[in-house]
């Protein structure tokens, strides 16, 4: 029989022994307590260190290595459920109940804050991958909690937890923004766009088509799935089966999908092809954005240029009017028709094109920023490199006008001012914006 075996489990409570055999036994049970102490000691330290962060939660931990979460998401427990239906409350008449994915992103955070506002009730899911600088993530996430909005974090495949939000919330409609985005990137880690515009986009449609009710569902296509399509403007009308970057293809994809998901369980869908946002809380993976960045460090920056000296031009759309397109969409958006995994009728599908109709040259981006920010570029004018970039955008955006009066309001010049000034004032002034 060793020592342990006779240590009380509370050692406080450790009765002293009077007999005459206490001194003799004294010394071992010294030592029994240094060896219970220490065993103690070395299984806290394990505990501590070596147990998986996700073990503690509900969710079981990614599968996919291709993703690079920061922290592993933890949900559940009653005070988490009340916060999650205090944020998605409808707080106006005929308001909606919108969860909102990807709610820490750039489109995601705006939207989320004008739902908001307007009385909506609104829940924000989020994984928070470091595809760029998460703490910009976060900081958006303050932003929208001190307006009231819950951003739960949590990968939008993780079934489990979708489940969860809509057995506690009956939401009327799911703003679906969550992607990995951007055009070249796509070169570089091609899993993570399968992972989220694809495996993400179809567990979100399982959990939806099997809600009661069935929610109505906008979510973000791209201007990108016109690929290698010379017909200009855009038009959804026209061929979108040549994507030149495996990320519009993906967008493709999702927009084939969603004809399904429509076709079989009767889930309204619509698909907004975004053409090249920008402005104040902007994407730091974005050429304007950087460039801004760049051209205050007095780094040179890359222009790009189509064949022959030909110009690269896209059609820039201000976020304040991708807002309002994604708000018109959703008061547009009609019912889904089934519910319980069940069809009962045909569902609306739409696709729109939401653009800012007046394409405007690489070149001329980087004059209007040398002006706001009083600085010369340095330009490396260069060949467009074979890495999914297309030379030219312009969106017809007549049937979006048509359906919910769209109609984009600010140009680049006004667009660009309005996010140099958020961009100083965010990185504090010329010296910290250029870290
Ligand atoms: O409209 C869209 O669908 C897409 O818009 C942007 O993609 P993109 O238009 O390529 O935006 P940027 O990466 O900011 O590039 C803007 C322009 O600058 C050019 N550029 C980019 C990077 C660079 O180093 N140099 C350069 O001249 C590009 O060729 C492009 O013409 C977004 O990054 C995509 O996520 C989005 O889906």
Redesign the pocket.
């Known amino acids: 029989m060793s020592h342990l075996d006779h240590t009380p489990s509370t050692p406080g409570k450790f009765k002293i022994d009077k007999s005459p055999y206490y001194s003799r036994t004294r010394w071992h049970s010294s030592v029994a307590k240094l060896t219970l102490w220490s065993f103690l000691f070395v299984a806290i330290i394990f505990l501590f260190f070596y147990r998986s962060p996700s073990s503690s939660s509900n969710n079981p931990p990614s599968s996919d290595p291709s993703r690079r979460y920061l922290a592993s998401a933890t949900w559940g427990g009653a005070a988490w459920e009340k916060r999650v239906r205090t944020s998605a409350r409808i707080r106006s008449r005929n308001g909606f109940s919108v969860l909102v994915t990807g709610a820490a992103g750039f489109v995601g955070t705006h939207v989320s804050s004008a739902l908001k506002r307007r009385g909506d009730g609104v829940l924000g899911i989020d994984n928070f991958n470091d595809y760029y600088d998460p703490t910009l993530k976060r900081a958006r996430q303050a932003l929208l909690e001190r307006s009231g909005v819950l951003i739960v974090e949590g990968d939008i495949n993780d079934v489990a937890l979708l489940k969860k939000l809509f057995d506690m919330v009956p939401f009327t409609h799911v703003m679906h923004l969550a992607?990995q985005?951007?055009?070249?990137y796509a070169m570089q880690n091609p899993g993570s766009y399968v992972h989220s515009n694809i495996a993400g986009f179809v567990s979100l449609l399982e959990v939806c088509k099997d809600a009661n009710p069935q929610p109505a569902i906008v979510w973000?296509s791209?201007?990108?799935?016109y690929g290698l399509n010379t017909k200009v403007p855009f038009s959804e009308k026209d061929r979108t089966d040549q994507p030149a970057s495996l990320?519009?293809a993906t967008?493709k994809a999702g927009e084939e999908i969603a004809h399904t998901y429509n076709h079989i369980y009767g889930l309204s869908l619509t698909g907004l092809?975004?053409?090249?946002?920008?402005g104040p809380w902007g994407?730091p993976?974005?050429?304007?954005?950087?460039?801004t960045k760049d051209i205050l460090k007095g780094k040179s920056?890359?222009?790009?240029e189509a064949a022959n000296h030909g110009t690269?031009?896209?059609?820039?759309?201000y976020i304040d009017d991708i807002v309002k397109g994604c708000l018109g969409s959703l008061d547009t958006a009609q019912k889904s028709t089934g519910s319980g995994g069940k069809k009962k009728g045909p569902a609306q599908l739409r696709v729109f094109n939401l653009g800012n109709t007046s394409p405007v040259p690489?070149t001329d981006?980087v004059s209007i920023l040398e002006r706001l920010l009083k600085v010369k570029a340095k330009r490396n004018v260069m060949k467009?490199p074979r890495n999914g970039?297309?030379?030219y955008?312009h969106a017809n955006i007549s049937y979006a006008q048509k359906e919910f009066g769209y109609k984009p309001t600010t140009d680049l010049q006004t667009g660009l001012k309005k996010f140099v000034r958020w961009y100083l004032s965010y990185y504090g002034d010329k010296k910290a914006a250029v870290r």
């Open positions: 992607a985005a951007g055009v070249r973000a791209s201007s990108s799935v990320y519009a967008k092809r975004f053409f090249t946002v920008y994407r993976d974005m050429a304007y954005f950087f460039f920056i890359p222009i790009f690269v031009a896209r059609d820039f759309t690489v981006l467009l970039d297309v030379p955008t």
